[in-house]
C-alpha cells in the first residue's frame, strides 16, 4: 500500500496534487511520501516485535538526508556500504551504534572513518578484508565489533545481476569454511566477534530461500557457540522483494516474514538485524515526467519523455517493469492504446517500456513511474549533461525540495580546464 492515489481525478502525493509540484519544482522529478516510508519501516518493527532487533534501512536504496532523518528519527538502524553513506547516516543524526557497515570492498580509510565516528557493526566478507580491519582497529586502540557474512550458497530465484547468495557470486564466505574463519577472527587483537551476517539477494518473491538461508544460519550459530564464540547477534540481511504491477505479483508480507524469523532463529536468543531497502522506500516513491513529444513512428507510437535511463536506469539496467501513470486520470471508459516509452538519451536502451497501454496521451501531459522510490535517485547520473533528478518530500498537505535540481552553472563548474589547455 502506497499514498500515491487519484483524488478528484488527479494524481496526488498524500494530500498534495503532483501537478502542483510539477508547476512549481519543474520535470522530472521524483517524490517521496512520508507516510509511506513511516509505514513500511513499522511494519518490520512490528513483524519482528517482540524479539530483540534493529531495523537498518539500507541507504543504497535511498539516501537523500530528510528520509534518512525521517528514519532514523523513528528508530531505524541504518545499513551503510561505503564510508560516503556512512557519513550520510551520522549527517542525519544517526547514531554509530546503530549504523552496519557491509559491503564486499571497504577499503582502510572507510574503516577508520567509521571506527573514528562509531559503529555498532561491520559485516566483513573475506580474510584479507578481517586481517585489515583488525590492523587499523588495533592502531586506534579499538576492537572493531564484527559480524562475518556467510554465504549459504541458496538460490534467491531472482535477477542475476542482484542474486548474491550462491556460492558463484562475490559475496560472504563459503559456509562450510565459517569454523576456521571464526576461529581466526577471535584470534585477532583488533576484532570482536558479535555474530553472524548473511544477505542472499534482493527483490525477493518468495519466502522459501530466506527460509533454507536462516535454517542454516541457526544451524551455524549452534556450531560456532560450541566452538566457543559468543554469537550475540543474527544480521539476516534485506531483499523482500515488492509488487511493480498492481496485478499478478503478490510478494510475501512483512508479517510472513517476521513470522519465518521467529521460526527460523527466534530461539536462539539473539538479537536480530534487517538490512530492507526495497520494501521500505520502493513504493515510497514515484518519478514524474512530461510528455516532450508524441512521435508516430512505424506501426507504432512513441511517447516521448524529459526523463530518461540517465533519471531511472532501472528498465535498461534489469529490464525492470515500472507501472506509468498519467497524472490527469482517464475518464471512465477511455480506451488505451499501445506506446512505446522513451526518454530523449541517445541510446535504444534508453527505453521505458515497449507497448504499454496508455489513454491518448498529447504533448505538456504528466506521467508517473510508479514504485520508483528505491534504486531510482541513487542510480541517477549526468549522462548526457542532464543535470541530476531533484527529489521532492510530501507529508500531508505540505511538501519540500529536498535536493534541488541543479543549474547548468553548477553541472559546468564541477568541471576544469588546465592552464595549459
Ligand atoms: C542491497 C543490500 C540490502 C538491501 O536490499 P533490498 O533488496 O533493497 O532490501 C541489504 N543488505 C545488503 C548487504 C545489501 O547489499
Redesign the pocket.
Known amino acids: 500500500m502506497d499514498h500515491f492515489l487519484y483524488r478528484n481525478g488527479s494524481l496526488h502525493a498524500e494530500e498534495v496534487p503532483l501537478s502542483d509540484i510539477a508547476a512549481t519544482v519543474g520535470t522530472p522529478f521524483y517524490c517521496y511520501s512520508a507516510a509511506t516510508l513511516e509505514r513500511h519501516y513499522r511494519l518490520f518493527t512490528e513483524a519482528l516485535t517482540p524479539l530483540p532487533h534493529l531495523v537498518?534501512f539500507?541507504i543504497?536504496?535511498l539516501s537523500n538526508l530528510a528520509v534518512l532523518k525521517l528514519l532514523g528519527d523513528l528508530g531505524a538502524g541504518m545499513?551503510v556500504?561505503s564510508a560516503g553513506e556512512y557519513l550520510r547516516a551520522r549527517a542525519a543524526g544517526v547514531p554509530g551504534d546503530r549504523i552496519v557497515f557491509?559491503?564486499v570492498g571497504k577499503t582502510r580509510e572507510e574503516m577508520r572513518i567509521a571506527l573514528e565516528g562509531g559503529i555498532r557493526q561491520f559485516?566483513v566478507e573475506s580474510e584479507p578484508e578481517m586481517r585489515a580491519l583488525s590492523e587499523v582497529a588495533s592502531s586506534m586502540g579499538l576492537r572493531a565489533p564484527i559480524a562475518v557474512?556467510v554465504n549459504p550458497d541458496v538460490d534467491a530465484r531472482t535477477h542475476e545481476k542482484?542474486a548474491?547468495g550462491k556460492k558463484e557470486n562475490k559475496?560472504g564466505i563459503p559456509i562450510e569454511r565459517a569454523s576456521e574463519v571464526y576461529a581466526e577472527a577471535a584470534a585477532l587483537p583488533g576484532l570482536e566477534v558479535m555474530g553472524i551476517?548473511v544477505?542472499i539477494?534482493?527483490?525477493?518473491t518468495e519466502l522459501e530461500p530466506f527460509e533454507q538461508a536462516y535454517l542454516k544460519v541457526a544451524e551455524l550459530t549452534g556450531r560456532l557457540r560450541a566452538e566457543g564464540h559468543e554469537i550475540r547477534r543474527l544480521d539476516l540481511?534485506?531483499?523482500?522483494?515488492i509488487p511493480y504491477t498492481r496485478s499478478n505479483e503478490a510478494p510475501p508480507l512483512p508479517t510472513d516474514y517476521g513470522a519465518l524469523i521467529k521460526r527460523t532463529v527466534g530461539h536462539l536468543g539473539c538479537e536480530i538485524e534487517i538490512?530492507?531497502?526495497?520494501?521500505?522506500?520502493?513504493n515510497s516513491g514515484v518519478l514524474v515526467s512530461r510528455v516532450i513529444y508524441v512521435k508516430n513512428g512505424e506501426g507504432r507510437d512513441f511517447l516521448i519523455l524529459d526523463a530518461a535511463m540517465n533519471d531511472l536506469v532501472r528498465p535498461s539496467m534489469y529490464g525492470a517493469h515500472h507501472d506509468i501513470v498519467p497524472l490527469a486520470e482517464a475518464a471512465p471508459g477511455t480506451e488505451s492504446q499501445p506506446y512505446d516509452v522513451v526518454g530523449p538519451v541517445c541510446e535504444t536502451g534508453d527505453t521505458f517500456a515497449k507497448a504499454r497501454a496508455l489513454p491518448p496521451m498529447a504533448e505538456g501531459d504528466l506521467v508517473a513511474f510508479r514504485s520508483a522510490g528505491?534504486?531510482g535517485a541513487v542510480m541517477a547520473s549526468e549522462y548526457n549533461s542532464r543535470p541530476l533528478v531533484p527529489e521532492v518530500l510530501v507529508r500531508g498537505d505540505h511538501f519540500a525540495v529536498i535536493r534541488a535540481r541543479p543549474t547548468f552553472d553548477e553541472m559546468l563548474g564541477r568541471d576544469s580546464i588546465p592552464e595549459w589547455l
Do not use: M
Open positions: 537498518c539500507a543504497k536504496s545499513d556500504v557491509s559491503g559485516n557474512r542482484i548474491t559475496f551476517d544477505h539477494g534482493s527483490q525477493l540481511g534485506g531483499g523482500l522483494g538490512e530492507p531497502g526495497r520494501l521500505i522506500s520502493g528505491a534504486y
